[in-house]
Nanobody, 122 residues
Framework: QVQLVESGGGLVQAGGSLRLSCAAS????????MGWFRQAPGKERGFVAA???????YYADSVKGRFTISRDNAKNMVYLQMNNLKPKDTAVYYC????????????????WGQGTQVTVSS
């Protein structure tokens, strides 16, 4: 069992930055790939970024060059650094843990956090 708690969301102006954090419980954190997804009002939840067990990173095209995912296995933490934020990045952001290798699909993830709201004003 893995419990995930996100933090770091908030209101920021376009062009600004935020860093989301996700704290994971459990001693098996390093055995999971970790991902971030987001869901805007009226839209389906979509893939943002993922980091594999050995640190390989994967990004949605819409965030490449602006967002960076990282993990700290010693602290059971995963982060999403978001730079040059745009109004279209406004969404609830979710952290998730994946025990397989299909990082881009939400159905591949076993555990989810409750989400943190990110709002980008123009």
């Amino acid at each position: 069992q893995v419990q995930l708690v996100e933090s770091g969301g908030g209101l920021v102006q376009a062009g600004g930055s935020l860093r989301l954090s996700c704290a994971a419980s459990g001693r098996t954190f390093s055995s999971y790939a970790m991902g971030w997804f987001r869901q805007a009002p009226g839209k389906e939840r979509g893939f943002v970024a993922a980091i594999s067990r050995n640190g390989a990173r994967y990004y949605a095209d819409s965030v490449k060059g602006r967002f960076t995912i990282s993990r700290d296995n010693a602290k059971n933490m995963v982060y999403l650094q978001m730079n040059n934020l745009k109004p279209k990045d406004t969404a609830v952001y979710y952290c998730a843990a994946c025990s397989n290798y299909n990082y881009y699909y939400g159905s591949s993830y076993d555990y989810w956090g409750q989400g943190t709201q990110v709002t980008v004003s123009s």
